[in-house]
């Protein structure tokens, strides 16, 4: 087993350890890193960035070839810290304590004021995709009413005497925004204040979900294992993909070996949505990009992207643009003619 150890949780300093420690390329635009590494040990990429409010985040998507063991010493104080998997799995420790698993689409809050050390355990040739948000604990430069003090104010309590650790329900909204932020095409300060919105979204979701849990308000989510959660998510991504297919809840249920309640259950909770209204709002996505980038018509596009009612189609095109879909058209390309 390797052993990496972090002595800083400054991000500057934790890219400079982790580049001394894989040996690879290390990129800097506008407080954003880029480690990307391809050795016989290990590939992948690891990013990450401050943010305002003493808050910064750190992505790792990596395969090692051996097991690997992360030790992130703590200092005076420890930060609070927000972990999410999104592929793989995650073990954790506080110093040599008990070992608790991180699975896919769990969130982890950890910290402690003992001053140990977190490790975390990564599984050989295995790859790990695992986003960690890191609240510091230097109050004294600390605003009023930041956010960084509201967290360490419901997180940490003057009564916690060693550590807190906490692995919540399943949540794949969080992935979906996750997948938000690595989706980011944008450069330069447009970057950087995108993915500091995002961020502060996922941290709020990390936190609500604690609170869910604790309030014994997610029910939903304890209903579906991991297994269910998964081929939720793999069917999501299929629609996403080719949403003119002829998609049903029977076809859907058949291919997933989930009960059309299951599936209903899963995309209510995933995307607030059911079945056929995700199916729809798909569609409509891709409607909209079709009239932005291609020749075809309104009529073309209705019929190629699954619609059989053109009136339907510039009903709901209007309740989500709130323009017609020929409307839409002639408002990009005053010039275009619309059968």
């Not at 979701?205 to 998510?233: G, P, V, W, Y």
């Not at 569609?283 to 190629?304: G, H």
């Not at 339907?312 to 058209?329: A, D, H």
Request: aromatic residues 10%; neutral net charge; charged residues 25%.
């Amino acid at each position: 087993m390797k052993i990496v150890t972090i002595h800083s949780e400054k991000i500057k300093n934790i890219f400079e350890e982790l580049n001394t420690n894989f040996d690879g390329k290390v990129n800097f635009d506008i407080d954003e890193y880029s480690l990307e590494v391809n050795t016989n040990f290990a590939k992948g990429s690891i990013v990450g960035a401050s943010i305002n409010d003493n808050i910064s985040y750190v992505q790792f998507d990596m395969t090692f070839s051996s097991d690997l063991r992360l030790e992130v010493k703590n200092g005076n104080t420890s930060p609070i810290y927000f972990a999410y998997c999104s592929k793989g799995n995650l073990t954790h420790s506080f110093g040599t304590g008990n070992e608790r698993k991180v699975e896919r689409y769990q969130t982890a809050i950890l910290t402690s004021k003992m001053n140990k050390d977190n490790i975390l355990f990564f599984e050989k040739d295995k790859n790990t995709k695992f986003t960690i948000i890191i609240v510091g604990q230097e109050a004294e430069k600390q605003q009023t009413n930041s956010l960084s003090q509201m967290v360490r104010e419901t997180f940490l309590q003057e009564s916690m005497e060693e550590e807190f650790f906490y692995a919540g329900s399943y949540n794949l909204k969080i992935a979906e925004k996750i997948e938000q932020l690595n989706a980011i095409t944008q450069t330069g300060i447009v970057r950087s204040l995108l993915k500091e919105g995002i961020l502060r979204i996922i941290l709020a979701m990390e936190i609500q979900q604690h609170t869910d849990d604790l309030n014994a308000f997610s029910k939903e989510t304890n209903c579906l294992t991991l297994r269910e959660m998964e081929e939720i998510k793999e069917l999501s991504e299929a629609i996403k993909a080719n949403p003119e297919e002829a998609f049903t809840i029977k076809s859907l249920s058949k291919k997933s070996g989930l009960s059309p309640n299951k599936l209903q259950e899963g995309f209510k909770m995933i995307h607030n949505r059911t079945v056929n209204d995700y199916i729809t709002h798909m569609r409509v996505l891709k409607a909209e990009i079709l009239i932005r980038t291609s020749d075809l018509n309104i009529s073309e596009i209705v019929y190629c992207i699954g619609f059989t009612s053109r009136s339907y189609f510039s009903k709901i095109f209007k309740q989500k643009f709130n323009c017609s879909p020929k409307e839409y058209k002639f408002n990009l390309n005053p010039f275009a003619i619309t059968a």
